[in-house]
């Protein structure tokens, strides 16, 4: 526990003193952070010193609350959720805090009032790219909706010094930068050195007598200390603000001042540089075994220090820890936590004492496991080798916990030894390794899915032999996202139709959006729907002009695809649609007058050992250098690829969006949460059924939705049956002249070979059906144009689709969460 102190002043008695909430009072506020924390007035301040002073102002508003639910938290003992997640893609953090703690008129007239411009500051704030994608924004997003449903709750992750990397393009290639995020100061921190975690690794084991009882103990050969920094999470409008705490990695022994005195500066700092290795960068490249080491060593430090924090300083004195699922569930966020399974077994055991049979009876009450990949290549895997040098008592720990396992596989099936080795947390080839999805479905509670086609994927054909065993233990939760930050900050326009037409209620019950079905047939909401959408358009440009010198097209289409790059989401189906649509202008068999105008935006980061994603992301530039400079085109087919997408660009890119792609080969995508944001916003989405797609289209109805492609039983009967990519080709007129194109050098000055391993490797491989696809694909973009084409009947639609998206709340998630696997009430 904290230190406890008995004080015994009134003041020192009191509750924390709360802001006075008014102009004046945030105004006095404001100067006292620009005074006496930046030291400096308010003449001779520079924007960052004012934008700083105004997130110091906001924290102060939002501080006794936080404060008093940590101490309702300790005094209460009441169960609570701790997230173990590698990423958290927060987004900006200045508006968010001022919407959920009301104080957005406030701080908008206190700043005019000192002659300054709100949405200037704003745009000082620098977002920390703490994740990479939709698993860093669900996390965010989930921590969001457990504040705001008053669920104790700390979010446990890495501070990485510089994030996932900031994307530039250079000749239309990636080229990634350190994202200096912490470079102007970081106001929404708190750094806590003095409740430093040591984790150690590597050394070795060796057993000892304890009484007449043989243990064992780790003799680890080198530490590093994990510093909290916390981040105050809070609740929308409910007084609640829970915690999410980053770790940092810092040398034991930073400095050796011996060796400096002696001259030797580089070797004087070595171990601090090795230790902030650890938390540097967001997912080090791993193409290398010290790249791999790396991201196992992220991964157990951020755990270890997170199971060392919470029995430290979360638990009551003398707390029996044979109740510890009375009083917390580890909710593991996909397979980078995982390890924290052998570490909780090894404290329990070897530092608490507990028997084995009684600690893993414990662990399995108190860690669940989110499974969010259907890919096997996703499903992480440790070299023996790599994990015992590292850990090698959790190796120990490990190999005990599969042995148990297999004695209970055996009990139920016999000696199976097929079964056997399929089930086995270790894998005998391609190298001795740990199966890290085993592992936490062992050791998980609950295992679940995050839509229902996926989780249905995960019990038949990811883990179907778990599934036969403990049937039970397997459940759907399917994603969703937070709509204060996604529709009620990103959207205001429509944030503001919605309100006015139904209350303000749906902000925290979202399923209150079907009120709105019945205003899909009275013609001024649709006029005002459509006037929004207009103006989300604006915003958009003009934040892509002031940020790339680009714009979409007066009164286009906007068609959007915004995602990580990856093969199996099938950017490069998009890409062929829209070679498709140049050659059939260039070549004067369509008149360009006959193309609905139309602008593609791309946002798309690809991992920087990712050959072919790297190629296709230098293909998407160099079609849209050649499209957006031909006077053929008549300006009626433009492609956009802004750089470095993030959650602050897609609160401006979103909203506008007409159309929404999630194109990506049925079966593949576990869930989605993009194609949920879209669909509140009022973008129509053309899409296969995969992930929460399907569910989007049961919902919002098949005539509101563009369904395409191949479902996922056809792909798997297409794959046994032998995919030949090059029958496509030969078959489908359209399909071949586009590849030729590409394959010609007409988007690459000529010469062919640039993008020749592209149109290899869907001619000779296209491991994800994207030729399979290609004719269904153009058949419902045609189908696209036709209903574009009569704008009122396409704001119908889009107006149903945001009625009927309700259910993709984070909210409802984290309820679901809370009914199906945590059982955590909220704090009283």
Not at 485 to 506: E, M, Y
Request: hydrophobic share 40%.
């Amino acid at each position: 526990m904290y230190d406890d102190v008995t004080a015994t002043h009134p003041l020192a008695l009191a509750p924390v003193i709360t802001p006075d909430r008014s102009v004046d009072g945030f105004i006095a506020e404001f100067l006292r952070n620009l005074n006496f924390r930046r030291g400096i007035s308010l003449s001779a301040s520079t924007a960052n010193d004012r934008y700083l002073a105004l997130a110091y102002t906001v924290r102060d508003y939002l501080m006794p609350r936080w404060l008093e639910d940590l101490r309702r938290q300790r005094q209460t003992q009441s169960k609570g959720v701790c997230y173990l997640s590698a990423e958290y893609l927060l987004g900006r953090q200045l508006d968010n805090n001022l919407l959920a703690s009301e104080l957005t008129e406030i701080a908008t007239e206190a700043m005019a009032a000192c002659g300054l411009d709100l949405d200037e500051l704003r745009e000082c704030e620098t977002e920390p790219g703490l994740g990479n994608g939709g698993l860093g924004r669900l996390a965010a997003c989930f921590v969001d909706s457990l504040a705001t449903l008053g669920v104790p709750n700390v979010g446990y992750g890495i501070r990485y010094e510089y994030g996932i990397f900031r994307q530039t393009f250079v000749d239309g290639q990636q080229v990634e930068q350190p994202d200096a995020w912490l470079d102007l100061g970081s106001p929404w921190e708190f750094p806590h050195p003095e409740h430093a975690q040591t984790v150690s690794f590597g050394g070795h084991t060796e057993t000892y007598d304890d009484g007449g009882i043989t243990r064992t103990r780790w003799v680890p050969a080198w530490s590093v200390r994990a510093i909290p920094y916390n981040h105050m999470v809070p609740g929308y409008h409910n007084g609640r603000v829970n915690t999410l705490r980053l770790w940092s990695a810092v040398a034991t022994d930073a400095f050796d001042l011996r060796i400096f005195n002696a001259g030797d500066y580089a070797e004087a700092v070595r171990a601090q540089t090795f230790a902030e290795n650890i938390s540097k960068v967001l997912y080090p490249e791993d193409s290398t075994p010290q790249g791999k080491e790396l991201r196992l060593q992220q991964q157990y430090f951020f755990v270890a220090a997170s199971i060392h924090d919470f029995l430290d300083h979360m638990l009551a004195d003398g707390y029996d820890l044979e109740r510890l699922p009375d009083r917390v569930i580890f909710q593991l966020n996909d397979t980078h936590p995982v390890i924290a399974v052998p570490e909780f077994m090894r404290v329990l055991v070897d530092e608490k004492g507990m028997e084995w049979d009684a600690a893993w009876r414990v662990t399995r009450q108190c860690f669940a496991y989110t499974c969010h990949t259907l890919l096997p290549e996703a499903l992480e895997v440790w070299p023996v080798e790599l994990l015992g040098r590292l850990l090698p008592r959790h190796l120990e720990i490990i190999y005990r916990i599969n042995a148990e396992f297999l004695d209970e596989v055996r009990e139920r099936f016999g000696d199976d030894e097929e079964r056997l080795r399929r089930m086995s947390i270790i894998a005998e080839s391609p190298e001795r390794s740990v199966r890290m999805a085993y592992l936490a479905t062992v050791a998980g509670a609950k295992v679940n899915g995050v839509a229902e086609l996926h989780s249905q994927l995960l019990r038949d054909k990811v883990l179907p032999d778990f599934a036969e065993l403990e049937p039970d233990k397997f459940t759907n939760v399917t994603n969703g996202v937070t709509p204060r930050r996604f529709v009620r900050l990103a959207n205001p326009g429509l944030s503001d139709l919605i309100t006015a037409a139904i209350g303000d209620g749906w902000v925290t019950d979202l399923e209150r959006l079907r009120e709105l079905e019945p205003f899909a047939d009275d013609a001024d909401f649709r006029a005002a729907f459509a006037t929004v959408k207009a103006e989300n358009k604006n915003r958009m440009n003009a934040v892509l002009r002031a940020r790339d010198g680009i714009a979409a097209g007066e009164g286009h289409l906007l068609d959007v695809m915004v995602k990580r790059l990856h093969e199996y989401k099938r950017q490069m189906l998009k890409v062929l649609h829209v070679v498709t649509a140049y050659d059939g202008v260039v070549s004067g068999r369509v008149p360009a007058s006959a193309l609905t105008p139309r602008t593609v935006i791309f946002g798309a980061k690809a991992a920087p050992g990712y050959a072919m994603a790297k190629r296709v992301i230098h293909l998407i530039n160099a079609v849209a250098a050649t499209l957006n400079t031909d006077e053929r085109l008549e300006g009626r087919l433009t492609v956009l690829f802004p750089p470095n997408y993030n959650v602050t660009l897609a609160e401006r890119v979103i909203p506008a969006a007409d159309l929404s792609e999630q194109i990506s080969l049925a079966g593949k995508e576990a869930s989605g949460t993009g194609n949920m944001k879209f669909a509140l916003n009022g973008a129509l989405t053309i899409g296969t059924d995969d992930g929460a797609n399907v569910e989007i289209r049961e919902l919002v109805g098949d005539e509101n939705f563009f369904l395409f492609g191949m479902s996922e039983p056809q792909v798997a009967e297409l794959a046994a049956r032998g995919y030949r990519p090059r029958d496509c080709y030969e078959s489908d007129e359209g399909l071949r002249r586009a590849i030729d194109l590409i394959g010609s050098g007409a988007f690459s000055g000529g010469d062919a070979s640039v993008f020749a391993p592209v149109v290899s490797n869907l001619l000779d491989e296209d491991r994800f059906m994207v030729l399979a696809d290609y004719g269904a694909y153009i058949a419902a973009q045609e189908r696209v144009d036709a209903a574009y084409a009569d704008r009122d009947a396409w704001t119908h639609s889009a107006i149903l689709n945001v009625a009927r998206c309700g259910f993709f709340s984070s909210d409802r998630s984290i309820r679901d969460y809370i009914d199906r696997i945590w059982h955590t009430p909220p704090l009283s």
